[in-house]
């Protein structure tokens, strides 16, 4: 049985014996396509373009990653170089002026302001400033000074003894200052918060203190009952307590109470004697006119209380004698430099101590505020002159 496909009509005979030659030889390899410049950049670009649809060859993948790395590293430098050279100096620049503001903020709000509403929020605006600029420009000074103002005025209103007088304690000098309510409120008016952040207003607590001090010691003798003094204290280099920078009073207000001299500078004994001679020839006519005062003026006191004078008369004549004897003293330059005096002065309870171990080194002054009349004549006629 000849099972042979039968021949095909369309196809010309030994066709088919062509086509299976054709098969059994090897097939030709196709030629390389030669790339020109153009092309070449083309297929570079697609392979970074497309690198899923392109075939990279290893040469170009190894270039990519080269590329990339390069780039990570640069970026690196970069960032590295801001945060060290810009950022990191910056942000200790801006630690360092918050600090300074927060050391600014905590030096006026103190003591009773340090928790003040408006003291949290300032603190709250400086933390969370975010440029140097912005924590410069925060105003700590004036919002501290309408604070204090406020708080001080209603200080001195609680503050105030029954002569309507308050006492102002310096806590940065260590100074207390006995002084009117008006004084007082000048003070708080006239100031900004770097000053009244140091000053608190208690009610006076005042001792009255006797000391005996030399004439120079009692500014001179010139100081009256009533006069308003303020204490200095005159210590040598030698001793470890001086201390030549401190050019504030010790003790600021103090009033003099009373002063006192020994007995011995109302002993009055004069004379007074003017004599005249007249020649006339062989003879001569001496004449001399003495007139002589003696008294004691602490005797003719005992001796008006005990009714031997006469009380008022004595009184009134005797009245301001240690004043009137200072004043002329004054007025011709010429006095009993060795005088002492005893005078009871009203001090702050806490300095008590001070003025008593002092007693040789305290020098008493008149503020020019406070000057008695004398003074202040003395001074006008200096200056309009």
Not at 258 to 273: F, H, K, L
Not at 364 to 377: G, K, R, S, Y
Request: proline share 4%; hydrophobic share 30%.
């Amino acid at each position: 049985m000849n099972n042979k496909k039968p021949r095909n009509p369309m196809f010309p005979q030994g066709f088919e014996e062509i086509n299976k030659q054709k098969e059994t030889l090897p097939k030709p390899k196709p030629k390389k396509d030669e790339l020109s410049s153009l092309k070449k950049l083309n297929h570079k670009l697609g392979i970074y373009l497309n690198p899923n649809t392109t075939d990279i060859t290893e040469n170009e993948k190894r270039r990519k990653i080269g590329v990339v790395i390069t780039l990570i590293i640069l970026t690196t430098l970069i960032i590295s170089s801001y945060y060290f050279i810009i950022y990191e100096p910056y942000q200790k620049e801006l630690s360092l002026e918050k600090t300074t503001k927060l050391n600014e903020l905590h030096e006026l709000y103190s003591g009773a302001l340090t928790t003040s509403p408006n003291a949290m929020a300032l603190e709250n605006e400086i933390e969370n400033g975010k440029s140097i600029e912005e924590v410069e420009r925060i105003n700590i000074v004036s919002p501290a000074t309408k604070d204090w103002k406020s708080y001080h005025q209603k200080s001195i209103r609680s503050s105030l003894d029954k002569y309507n007088r308050t006492m102002a304690v310096y806590s940065n000098e260590s100074k207390n200052i006995i002084m009117s309510e008006e004084d007082a409120l000048k003070i708080v008016n006239g100031n900004d918060a770097k000053i009244l952040s140091k000053i608190q207003f208690q009610k006076p607590n005042t001792v009255s203190v006797p000391v005996l001090v030399s004439r120079l010691q009692a500014g001179a003798g010139l100081i009256r009952v009533g006069s308003i003094v303020d204490v200095y204290s005159n210590l040598n280099n030698t001793n470890e307590d001086f201390n030549s920078s401190n050019t504030s009073a010790d003790i600021s207000g103090c009033t003099v109470l009373a002063i006192m001299r020994y007995e011995e500078n109302g002993e009055v004994d004069s004379e007074y004697s003017k004599s005249n001679t007249i020649v006339n020839g062989n003879t001569t006519n001496p004449h001399e006119n003495t007139k002589k005062f003696s008294s004691n003026v602490l005797e003719m006191i005992k001796g008006s209380i005990m009714n031997g004078y006469n009380e008022d008369k004595t009184f009134k004549m005797l009245r301001d004698y240690g004043v009137k004897l200072s004043d002329y003293e004054r007025q011709i330059n010429l006095g009993d430099l060795d005088a002492e005096y005893m005078l009871l002065i009203e001090t702050p309870q806490d300095k008590v101590t001070f003025m008593i171990n002092n007693m040789d080194n305290i020098v008493l002054t008149i503020p020019t505020a406070n000057a008695p009349d004398w003074m202040v004549n003395e001074i006008n006629a200096t200056y309009q002159n």
